[in-house]
Nanobody
Framework: EVQLQASGGGLVQTGDSLRLSCAFS????????IGWFRQAPGKEREGVAC????????TYADSVKGRFTISRDDAENTVYLQMSSLQPEDTAVYSC?????????????????????WGKGTQVTVSS
């Protein structure tokens, strides 16, 4: 059974950093693209970042460019989301998902349409 599990969320202050992890199991990890998403209360799910196989393509939402960095460790079957300069508007449940393709969409607006398997999220709360 293919599974994804996000972890690393927590309560931080404005300007702090946090690293999220997405552990993948049950399939050949190096062949898949993995995306990070977030959903705040009352808002639609937003594509945050995505990393393709072999790091051949990385996509970021404009709202996180320059602050968030997505990376992958194929030996550990894990994708990371390093978040820095966190703001209250970054508060959300963050989840990771597998893209049915090996490559992420080029625009963050379309990332959600490529995902076919979702993991449970982790809460990130940024206090002002």
């Amino acid at each position: 059974e293919v599974q994804l599990q996000a972890s690393g969320g927590g309560l931080v202050q404005t300007g702090d950093s946090l690293r999220l992890s997405c552990a993948f199991s049950g399939d050949i990890f190096s062949d898949v693209a993995i995306g990070w998403f977030r959903q705040a209360p009352g808002k639609e799910r937003e594509g945050v970042a995505c990393i393709s196989r072999s790091v051949s393509r990385i996509t970021y939402a404009d709202s996180v460019k320059g602050r968030f960095t997505i990376s992958r460790d194929d030996a550990e079957n894990t994708v990371y989301l390093q978040m820095s300069s966190l703001q209250p508007e970054d508060t959300a449940v963050y989840s990771c998902a597998r893209d049915r393709s090996e490559y992420c969409a080029s625009s963050s607006r379309y990332l959600v349409y490529g995902m076919d398997l979702w993991g449970k999220g982790t809460q990130v709360t940024v206090s002002s």
